[in-house]
C-alpha cells in the first residue's frame, strides 16, 4: 500500500479500510497544526490508486468503507473523486460508502448536483475541519477561508442530501475569547445540518508557528475552565438536531449525546464539573493526562 505518512482518522473510523488518493495537505499553513508536514502535498497517480485496490482485493475481506487518506482528498475535482469510486467498485465491488477529510475550500469546485451525483457514487460521511466560525480567529490561524464561505459552501451538502461531519476547535481564540468564539461559531452551524459535531481542544505544539506566538506574547492559551465555559456557551447556543461528539483526547470533560435530546444535560454535566473542580482543579486533571 502507498502511505506517504500515517493513517489519519476520526476514531469512529476504525474499522474503515484506507486508501490514499492524495498525500500532505492542500493548504498546510494553519498556525496551529502539526500533521502532514512530513509529506508535501501530492495526488496520487492512478496507477497507484489501482495496485492498491487489488491489493486489498487480495485480503479477501469484504470491509462495507473506505476512507480516504490524505489532510483534505475532497480537494480533488469532480471529475477525478468520481474516477475513484468507479476504481473502487471495480475492484472492491463489496464497498458501500466512502469517507475522508475536507476542508470548506474544498466544496469551490463542486457544485450540488455534481455532490449529488458523487453520494450516488458512495461518498457519505465526509468530515469538514470547520474548527471556527468567527473571522477574526480564521485570519489569525491562517485557516485560508472567511466565515462568510462556511454556510454557502456546506449547504451545497446539505442540498445534495449528502452526510456530513463538522469540527468545532474549541481554545481557538485563546484566553478570554471563548464566548465570543462559542456564538459566532454556533451561529454559523444553526444554518447547517451536519450529522455529528466533533469537538477537539486545541493543543499548541512546540513546532508550530502558533507556539512562537505563546513565546513572544501575541497568544495566550485558554485556561481549561475557559475551556469548558466555551463548550458550554456553544451547546446553549447550538439549535440544530445534531450529534455531538466531544470524546476526543484533547477534551478533558468529554461529553456524547444528541441535541436537543441531551442537550440540557451535557449543560448540567459541563457546569458542575466547572463548579466541583475550579480551575485549579481542572489544571491539575490535565496535568495528570498529560503525564500518562
Not at 208 to 233: N, S, W, Y
Not at 270 to 290: A, F, H, N, T, W
Request: aromatic share 10%; hydrophobic share 35%; charged share 25%.
Amino acid at each position: 500500500m502507498h502511505f506517504a505518512s500515517s493513517i489519519v482518522r476520526p476514531p469512529y473510523e476504525g474499522g474503515s479500510a484506507y486508501l490514499q488518493i492524495t498525500s500532505g495537505c492542500s493548504h498546510n499553513a494553519c498556525k496551529f497544526c502539526t500533521y502532514y508536514k512530513d509529506a508535501p502535498f501530492s495526488v496520487s497517480p492512478e496507477s497507484e490508486i489501482i495496485e492498491d485496490l487489488k491489493e486489498m482485493r487480495s485480503y479477501g475481506i469484504p470491509f462495507p468503507r473506505i476512507w480516504l487518506q490524505g489532510a483534505d482528498p475532497f480537494i480533488l475535482s469532480f471529475q477525478k473523486l468520481y474516477r475513484v469510486a468507479e476504481l473502487i467498485h471495480t475492484y472492491l465491488p463489496f464497498v458501500k460508502t466512502i469517507g475522508g477529510y475536507g476542508r470548506v475550500d474544498s466544496l469551490r469546485n463542486k457544485t450540488a448536483d455534481q455532490l449529488k451525483i458523487l453520494k450516488d457514487m458512495g461518498y457519505s460521511g465526509i468530515v469538514f475541519g470547520v474548527e471556527s466560525g468567527d473571522d477574526r480567529i480564521l485570519s489569525y490561524q491562517h485557516k485560508g477561508y472567511s466565515a462568510d464561505e462556511i454556510v454557502p459552501q456546506l449547504s451545497k451538502m446539505d442540498e445534495a442530501g449528502m452526510r456530513y461531519e463538522v469540527i468545532f476547535l474549541s481554545g481557538l481564540g485563546g484566553k478570554g475569547y471563548g464566548p465570543d468564539h462559542a456564538r459566532k461559531t454556533a451561529e454559523i452551524f444553526n444554518q447547517l445540518h451536519p450529522d455529528r459535531v466533533m469537538i477537539s481542544g486545541l493543543t499548541i505544539f512546540p513546532d508550530t508557528p502558533l507556539m512562537q506566538d505563546v513565546k513572544r506574547g501575541k497568544f495566550q492559551e485558554a485556561t481549561e475552565g475557559e475551556r469548558i465555559l466555551e463548550l458550554k456557551e456553544f451547546l446553549q447556543d447550538l439549535k440544530i438536531d445534531t450529534l455531538i461528539d466531544a470524546t476526543n483526547a484533547s477534551i478533558i470533560t468529554s461529553i456524547y449525546g444528541r441535541i436537543p435530546e441531551r442537550k440540557q444535560d451535557m449543560i448540567d454535566r459541563l457546569q458542575r464539573i466547572y463548579d466541583v473542580y475550579g480551575e485549579k482543579g481542572l489544571r491539575r486533571m490535565r496535568e495528570s493526562l498529560q503525564a500518562i
